[in-house]
């Protein structure tokens, strides 16, 4: 069994602890923001945050998030309300197909927590691997440098750091998986309207 929390809610999960976590995500848990591009860790496509951390879940076992933290895309907005970094994407209109952008913004809001004034060259090396075959790069940079200069925003909006509770109440689902509070799937906070439409079709 690995448990874990996700965007919040605890979790946990009868799966191999081997298989990818972008794998366990998308597919057991329900969450598909995050994307499948090389497979390789190369391409920042499946990028989540794992305590904090942008981590490549493509490679990354299912067992590393075991008693973690994770945060996926589909976690940063307050309710109805976009995160300050989404807000940005869709203000500088980012996403060209949209595929390559939720894990942009996990990248950059991995580096705005940590560094509210970065530089050009900390944003560069921050983002140097996230790759966008649609060449959106000028208008992430743009985005990245709105949300830097409205920072108080981005101060109100962060990521709240929260104890991981592995004492909810648990139910079990038609295939058997426990679950502690399933987590939703649908995907309803992604950056636009390019980004919802391709997630909703992975
Ligand atoms: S799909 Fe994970 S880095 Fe490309
Ligand atoms: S791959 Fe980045 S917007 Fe298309």
């Known amino acids: 069994m690995i448990k874990f929390e996700i ?11 081997n298989a990818p976590l972008l794998w366990v995500v998308r597919e057991v848990v329900g969450l598909t923001g995050s994307k499948f591009g090389c497979g390789m860790g190369l391409c920042g496509a499946c990028t989540m945050h794992l305590n904090g951390e942008p981590v490549r879940t493509c490679v990354l076992p299912v067992s590393a998030a075991n008693n973690q ?17 989404q807000q940005a994407w869709v203000d500088e209109n980012v996403p060209q ?11 950059a809001l991995a580096l705005l927590e940590k560094n509210t004034n970065p530089s050009d060259k900390d944003i560069q ?9 649609c060449g959106t790069y000028p208008r992430i940079e ?11 925003s981005l101060q109100q909006s962060s990521l709240k750091e929260s ?5 909810a109440s648990s139910s079990n689902n038609a295939n058997g998986v426990e679950i502690y509070e399933p987590a939703k799937r649908e995907v309803p906070n992604e950056a ?11």
């Open 163 to 167: 104890p991981i509770n592995t004492s």
């Open 7 to 17: 965007n919040g809610k605890p979790t946990a999960l009868d799966v191999d602890p």
């Open 69 to 85: 933290r994770i945060t996926t895309i589909e976690g940063i907005a307050d309710g109805e309300t976009l995160h300050p970094v």
């Open 125 to 133: 090396a921050a983002m140097a691997g996230n790759i966008c075959r």
């Open 97 to 107: 197909c949209g595929y390559c952008q939720s894990g942009q913004i996990m990248s």
């Open 192 to 202: 636009g309207t390019a980004v919802k439409a391709t997630g909703e079709a992975m």
């Open 142 to 152: 743009k985005a990245i440098k709105r949300v830097i200069n409205n920072k108080q």
